[in-house]
Nanobody
Framework: VQLQASGGGVVQPGGSLRLSCAAS??????IGWFRQAPGKEREGVAC????????YYKASVRGRFTISRDNAKNTAYLQMNSLRPEDTAVYYC?????????????????WGQGTQVTVSS
């Protein structure tokens, strides 16, 4: 699966961004969003299963970020609201088997190229 992540940018604290992840056949997979800040390990942010679209979030983004998918458009989204400087990172989307709901990067097989999100005043 070839994934294309987009939608990153520079935003002030408290602002919003929506990331997109496009790939053919995306409906056959569970999707995860991950991020990696300079000098830090890659961490899972949100994931959505491929069966019933169940979702799971990292505690620090719960209530601020929303993951969703539009299988008809072969696209997944990460709506990010109330952004904080600590959300600054390169964000990646990835796919895994449809039944899995995990924030562990090692559970994912295919990765997009990443999109930079910078939250700064």
């Amino acid at each position: 699966v070839q994934l294309q992540a987009s939608g990153g940018g520079v935003v002030q604290p408290g602002g919003s961004l929506r990331l997109s992840c496009a790939a053919s056949g995306l409906e056959d997979y569970a999707i995860g969003w991950f991020r990696q800040a300079p000098g830090k390990e890659r961490e899972g942010v949100a994931c959505i299963s491929g069966r019933d679209s169940s979702t799971y979030y990292k505690a620090s983004v719960r209530g601020r970020f929303t993951i969703s998918r539009d299988n008809a458009k072969n696209t997944a989204y990460l709506q990010m609201n109330s952004l904080r400087p600590e959300d600054t990172a390169v964000y990646y989307c990835a796919t895994t088997v449809p039944r899995l709901l995990s924030l562990d990067p090692s559970a994912y097989d295919s990765w997009g190229q990443g999109t930079q999100v910078t939250v700064s005043s």
